[in-house]
């Protein structure tokens, strides 16, 4: 079976109608009503939910991949580690539901002797109600229709409804497909996951204005996630938007540590920037060091290595010419010089590889070089000396991540330095490489605006529920009615504090 | 001593000035400055600037006392009682500071074998850097200079700047010298706390919209915190506002636990009611209630309870002249009746309690009945049947909370009810009062929109202080250079989770 057989682009995406304000307003009458159900079920249907959805994406096998690829230009093997992503993803969230940490459930028990009385106050978290999630472009399953958000919104007991991105329609019908079929198997209300499409804003707004929408959950552009944040915001009720809108992600090179592999360093970056024709969030488009023979050393390996590597095609045609356009601009400006480029591919949707470098004096007077340039670009600062570098990285706005190449003498010796770096970012990583997002509970994908709208949550992780609850507490409630995680006995076996000590005890 | 022999209160005022808005922006740079350093205490250190702080409020003994009342007149048994829970609060902070809870620590450890080699990830929190704190004026201790915002700030590892409440300026400069003392006894820079005063509203939105400010907390008016979150909003950098802006706190009598105690309960909600003459935020302003022999008995039994006690003075003419205009607006409109009022005291500053009531379809129509009347004020919604009642619950807005006068059976016949009532809601109480607001780690002061800005935190209680600080995950990071809370061996005997386990062993 050969899915092109089964699907003809052209043929369907015809068929795709932007969803109308009436659509809207249905759906979120639809989504609340489901959710006043939906909000009760208990932590171990909703895990079962998550990993029945991620059951049937994986049956959709290799037609899924197929539509993917003709809609994203990203390679089979990329597509079958991100959909093994996702599965893991929503597994793993699965697992986080119910383990419950997520609740912060915390208990203080009565003491009738005070004067005044204390009263027994528990609290656990309840769901904000219908989110609404916006597909990403550039991973097309593990951050839309059945990705992270929608994840972490059903796992805290919120309705969603996905506005599928324009650039994959199929591969989100098929996606969608698949979550319905899990309600279905699990005999949920179909309304607990409702699907539109809409390539024109309007879509986009209506939803983030429908006064049910609780909470808005989106990964993109910067423009994009303002006008969310700024339509969100300026509601009668405004609501939470958790929106991660991308970073340059800067890479400090201390010098001892790049005496000591500056070949490996050169051919790990080099990876590292064009991996996924460098379309990911935590690309690294900023490497920052010290000038200086080795560092020219570093950026000849570097430039050598970038233009041995082929342009590979960029998701959509949009994409590849703001990367064409941006790229250029950068390499453009004043005393910014290539130390790299690939060889150009004469046609409208490839990007080409690209390093430039800059001394950092130009760099802290052009507030341009500080941009994101989203493909497989990065841009060489060389400083002064260490001061200097000081003084780039306290330039830096808030960052997904920041990359530090450096000896432990180093990092001992430049401690200030360190947590300059620390305060602009949601993720330090050490003698590594920023792309590459671990899925597990200690990862913070996140970091201070513009890199996210709100440096207080993460989009990946246990965690990343959180976004979607919130607290409260029952006061002197009878045990026979609260909520499982709060009854005496501890039904659920969750970790909780009780007289502000962790315990899995009974009270 | 007699403290009126030491402040000559108009002389006082005279000399208070509004801060200007070169003075905002030092406060700011200072503030910054300090924070660089503050921001990498310890725990334990911020635990023993909290502790000691709370040590100089109570040395300020009865001078601080008198002062208060001269300018609140708040009576001195609630004002010694307030101060005693604001000293309280501080401990207790410190406590929660010190055990690291709020930290939410994890830690995944590496998997070197795993294809691609699992990475190892520990995630903290880092503050956020400087919080504008705004003092309220009906709590001029535990929320105002001193009080919750700027505790739970400090905790966290931020610097404060507050900006006094122009109705207790006196007070705040007092509290105010406790705090240097607080540092200067420590050792610590003075800027870690920087006091100013406004009366203005552009001392305010200067502070908010000045680029060094991270954050603000503030609890009081809609309109004001409205405007703080609209500014904040509005920056090139937006910045998170927790805003607690009050409520109407709606009380639920279910009609057979009001047929056991109808008198105890009337009783015990005129006296909630007119509690610190109705200046409370969780002030009971909506009784609902099912019509019939039963409800009209209580009604009488409150109104003639209300009208037995005597007005109070009010915190401020501005505040009584409009607890007047409103409550008259209130009892003005169609089809509301007056149930009991206290004798009128022929004076600018004085609330009389009120009690009154309408039938639940008029107030369905009306939006201005279900607004906050700040005060010793309270409307009982008679419904017409329990449907009705479920009707006015889903009609409420965000609260602080709510609450249940119910027996066991009837909540257990009326689940969806209960559950409606909890979705509007912080803080969901059985059979008390929501007056009181127990400083515990369970606590949750706060509530969806409009009772605060984000329904996310609480302004209350330990878990106060994750207002103020973001998760920082570092990856592959070497032993000896993690935050302490990071370490393998865990030197601060914190609990945290362990690859998805809670534990408090070393890894």
Redesign the interface.
């Known amino acids: 079976m050969h899915p092109s057989h089964l699907f003809n682009k052209s043929d369907f995406i015809m068929s795709i109608k932007d969803a109308t304000i009436q659509e809207v307003d249905q759906a979120l009458l639809q989504s609340n009503n489901a959710f006043?159900k939906y909000?009760?079920t208990a932590l171990k249907e909703r895990a079962a939910l998550l990993r029945t959805i991620a059951v049937e994406l994986d049956a959709l096998g290799d037609a899924l991949i197929q539509v993917t690829m003709s809609e994203t230009n990203l390679t089979e093997v990329r597509l079958k580690g991100e959909r093994a992503r996702t599965i893991f993803q929503l597994n793993s969230y699965a697992?986080?539901c119910e383990?419950g940490?997520w609740l912060?459930v915390?208990?203080?028990t009565t003491d009738a002797q005070r004067v005044?009385p204390?009263?027994d106050?528990?609290?656990t978290k309840?769901p904000?109600g219908p989110v609404v999630v916006f597909g990403s472009s550039n991973f097309p399953f593990a951050y839309s229709t059945a990705g992270g958000d929608t994840a972490s919104a059903l796992a805290a007991g919120c309705t969603v409804i996905v506005k599928a991105h324009p650039a994959h329609p199929m591969t989100s019908n098929m996606v969608h497909g698949a979550i319905k079929k899990a309600l279905k198997n699990l005999n949920m209300d179909e309304d607990i996951f409702i699907h539109m499409h809409g390539a024109s804003t309007q879509v986009g707004e209506a939803l983030v204005k429908h006064a049910l929408t609780k909470a808005v959950g989106f990964t993109g552009s910067f423009q994009g996630g303002m006008a969310l944040?700024?339509w969100a915001?300026g509601r009668t009720?405004?609501?939470?938007v958790f929106a991660e809108m991308g970073s340059v992600n800067p890479v400090y090179l201390f010098p001892e540590k790049l005496k000591e592999q500056p070949e490996f360093f050169a051919q790990q970056y080099a990876e590292s920037i064009t991996l996924g024709v460098g379309q990911f969030c935590t690309n690294p488009g900023l490497i920052i060091g010290v000038e200086g023979e080795l560092l020219d050393a570093f950026i000849r390996m570097l430039g050598e290595k970038i233009a041995a590597i082929s342009a590979g095609k960029m998701l959509h045609e949009g994409i590849a010419n703001a990367y064409k356009l941006k790229s250029k601009e950068a390499v453009d400006q004043y005393r910014v010089r290539v130390a790299g480029r690939s060889k150009d591919v004469d046609d409208s949707i490839s990007g080409t590889p690209l390093v430039a470098t800059v001394d950092a004096e130009t760099f802290l007077a052009n507030p341009l070089l500080s941009e994101e340039v989203f493909g497989p670009f990065s841009l060489v600062v060389a400083c002064r000396d260490m001061n200097q570098l000081h003084a780039v990285a306290s330039s830096m706005?808030?960052q997904l991540t920041s990359t530090l190449i450096a000896t432990?003498t180093e990092?001992?010796d430049h401690?200030?330095l360190?947590?300059t770096i620390?305060?602009k970012?949601?993720?330090?990583?050490?003698?590594?490489v920023p792309t590459?997002v671990?899925v597990?509970?200690?990862?913070?994908h996140?970091g201070?605006?513009?890199a996210t709208?709100?440096?207080?949550f993460?989009s990946v992780g246990?965690?990343a529920i959180?976004?979607f609850?919130?607290?409260?507490?029952?006061?002197?409630?009878?045990n026979?009615?609260l909520p499982d995680e709060l009854k005496n006995e501890n039904p659920l076996k969750i970790?909780r504090?009780v007289n502000?000590v962790?315990t899995k005890d009974a009270v």
Chains 1, 2 share one sequence.
């Not at 009720?237 to 939470?240: D, G, L, N, S």
């Open positions: 006043s909000a009760q697992d986080s383990r940490d912060e915390s208990i203080n005044p204390k009263p106050v528990r609290k309840l904000l944040f700024n915001n009720e405004p609501i939470p706005k808030g432990e990092l001992h401690q200030t360190v947590h620390a305060s970012c949601g993720r330090l990583i050490l003698n590594g590459g671990e597990c509970l200690a990862m913070q996140g201070p605006f513009p709208t709100d440096a207080r993460t246990g965690d959180k976004r609850a919130r607290p409260v507490a029952y006061q002197n409630f009878s026979a009615l970790w504090t502000d962790f």
